[in-house]
């Protein structure tokens, strides 16, 4: 499977940097082991249950963004979740399994 990264224009001059940056992180990512696409499949039943994949990467990308503790801005990066919603799955015991 080969993924694309679209370009964002809400990034104006830097959209095709940024996507050639992104695009470069998913070309060289390592892919997941058996047992990891297990232990992914398990913490999205257990933490993720009300949760859809697009929620679940716009948390991992908002994460990724404002680090583990910003509840809010996380937030509002994941459509349709709130604060509570998000500081439940920001928990240790979720997100390290």
């Known amino acids: 499977m080969h993924l694309q990264v679209p370009k964002d224009p809400?990034?104006?001059t830097d959209a095709e940097r940024v996507r050639k940056e992104e695009q470069k992180k998913i070309d060289e990512a390592e892919v997941l082991t058996e047992e990891?696409?297990?232990e992914k499949e398990e913490?999205?039943?257990q933490g993720f249950s009300n949760w859809n994949k697009r929620d679940f990467n716009q948390f991992i990308k908002a994460n990724e963004k404002y680090g583990r503790d910003d509840i809010d801005s996380i937030s509002k990066e994941?459509?349709?979740k709130t604060p509570e919603e998000v500081a439940h799955n920001?928990?240790?015991d979720v997100t390290d399994g």
Request: glycine share 14%; aromatic share 0%.
């Open 90 to 92: 920001t928990s240790s």
């Open 78 to 80: 994941v459509e349709g």
């Open 43 to 45: 913490l999205l039943k």
């Open 10 to 12: 809400d990034l104006g």
């Open 36 to 38: 990891e696409v297990q």
